[in-house]
C-alpha cells in the first residue's frame, strides 16, 4: 500500500508564504502523477495543482502565478509553495498520486493551512 505523509501546514498570516511537502512510499514515485487538492470549510475537494510524470503541470485558476508544485524524485517529495496567500486560501490540503495506466490512486492524511490576521 502506498503511504503518503503531508508536512509544513500552520497558521500564516495574509500575504505570506508556506511551503508545503509530501513524502510517498514507493519504488516508483517517478511514474505517478502528483497532485495537491484543497478542501476549504463546508465546500467541496478542488484541485490546487498537479505535475505529471514527465514534468507537466496544472493549476486551480484561484492560484495561478502565486502557487507552484514541484517535485524531487530522488526523494520522493512533491513541494507546494505558496505564496501571496490570501483567507480564501484557508482549507485542508491533501496530498494526491494516481497512475490512471493501472487505476491506482492515494491519498494523504491532509494538512491544515489557515491565513487568518
Known amino acids: 500500500q502506498v503511504q503518503l505523509v503531508e508536512s509544513g501546514g500552520g497558521l500564516v498570516q495574509p500575504g505570506g508564504s508556506l511551503r508545503l511537502a509530501c513524502v510517498v512510499s514507493?519504488?516508483?514515485?517517478?511514474?505517478?502523477?502528483m497532485g495537491w487538492y484543497r478542501q476549504p470549510p463546508g465546500k467541496q475537494r478542488e484541485l490546487v495543482a498537479s505535475?505529471?510524470?514527465?514534468?507537466?503541470?496544472l493549476y486551480g485558476d484561484s492560484v495561478k502565478g502565486r502557487f507552484s508544485i514541484s517535485r524531487d524524485n530522488a526523494k520522493n517529495t512533491v513541494y507546494l509553495q505558496m505564496n501571496s496567500l490570501k483567507p480564501e486560501d484557508t482549507a485542508v490540503y491533501y496530498c494526491?498520486?494516481?497512475?490512471?495506466?493501472?487505476?491506482?490512486?492515494?491519498w494523504g492524511q491532509g494538512t491544515q493551512v489557515t491565513v487568518s490576521s
Open positions: 514507493t519504488r516508483i514515485f517517478s511514474l505517478y502523477t
Open positions: 494526491n498520486a494516481r497512475r490512471t495506466s493501472v487505476d491506482s490512486n492515494f
Open positions: 505535475m505529471a510524470s514527465g514534468g507537466t503541470t
